[in-house]
């Protein structure tokens, strides 16, 4: 059974820092590109950051680039996202996906609220 199960969300006041976790399971992780997407009340959901299967590569997107750093661990299957500097616009629930390049396989976590307010 495919599990992706998102931890680590919280109300934290501006300027604060959160990491957020997905631990995977039921695949094969390491064969897997991992990316955090978030999704705000009333708005599309969008691709925050994304890491390769092997780690090597990763890129963001433009809102978040040098606060966020996403992060794989194979050995342990888990993809983390550490968020500095939060701002009240990163208000939103927070989601894991997982997809296999080769096949197009995918998997969606159930996502963590993740609340920036003072």
């Known amino acids: 059974q495919v599990q992706l199960v998102e931890s680590g969300g919280a109300l934290v006041q501006p300027g604060g820092s959160l990491r957020l976790s997905c631990a995977a399971s039921?695949?094969?992780?390491?064969?897997?590109?991992m990316s955090w997407y978030r999704q705000a009340p009333g708005k599309e959901r969008i691709l925050v950051a994304f890491?390769?299967?092997?780690?090597?590569?990763?890129t963001y997107a433009d809102s978040v680039k040098g606060r966020f750093t996403i992060s794989k661990d194979n050995a342990k299957n888990t993809v983390y996202l550490q968020m500095n500097s939060l701002k009240p616009e990163d208000t939103a629930v927070y989601y894991c996906?997982?997809?296999?390049?080769?096949?197009?396989?995918?998997?969606w976590g159930q996502g963590t609220q993740v609340t920036v307010s003072s």
């Open positions: 996906n997982a997809r296999r390049r080769i096949t197009g396989s995918t998997y």
């Open positions: 039921g695949f094969t992780f390491r064969f897997y590109d």
């Open positions: 890491i390769s299967s092997a780690g090597e590569i990763t």
